[in-house]
Nanobody, 126 residues
Framework: QVQLVESGGGSVQAGGSLRLSCTAS????????MGWFRQAPGKEREGVAG????????FYADSVQGRFTISQDNAKNTIYLQMNSLKPEDPAMYYC???????????????????WGQGTQVTVSS
């Protein structure tokens, strides 16, 4: 049974940083695509960042490019999302999602077809 457990959310001031973690179980972690999407109240899901665990190749939504960094620790079956320079438009519930076989894109992350966990709340105050 696939399980994804997110942690690391919180409240920061604009310009601050947070690091989210997602620990996965129930499937082979390597050679899949994993990622994050976010959803704010009244808004659609938005794909944020993804990583191909076989190569560590990362991709990002334009809205977070240059500010967020996704990484992985295969030994821990965990992916991370380092969020820097947080903006007032970043607050949302952040969800880890996957696994997608071999590859995925931002649109796959937000489509809702992967598994996801309970989410972790990110709040940014100005």
């Amino acid at each position: 049974q696939v399980q994804l457990v997110e942690s690391g959310g919180g409240s920061v001031q604009a310009g601050g940083s947070l690091r989210l973690s997602c620990t996965a179980s129930g499937y082979t972690f390597n050679n899949v695509c994993m990622g994050w999407f976010r959803q704010a109240p009244g808004k659609e899901r938005e794909g944020v960042a993804g990583i191909l665990t076989a190569r560590g190749s990362a991709f990002y939504a334009d809205s977070v490019q240059g500010r967020f960094t996704i990484s992985q620790d295969n030994a821990k079956n965990t992916i991370y999302l380092q969020m820097n320079s947080l903006k007032p438009e970043d607050p949302a519930m952040y969800y880890c999602t996957g696994p997608f076989p071999l590859s995925c894109e931002v649109t796959d992350l937000e489509a809702g077809f992967g598994y996801w966990g309970q989410g972790t709340q990110v709040t940014v105050s100005s």
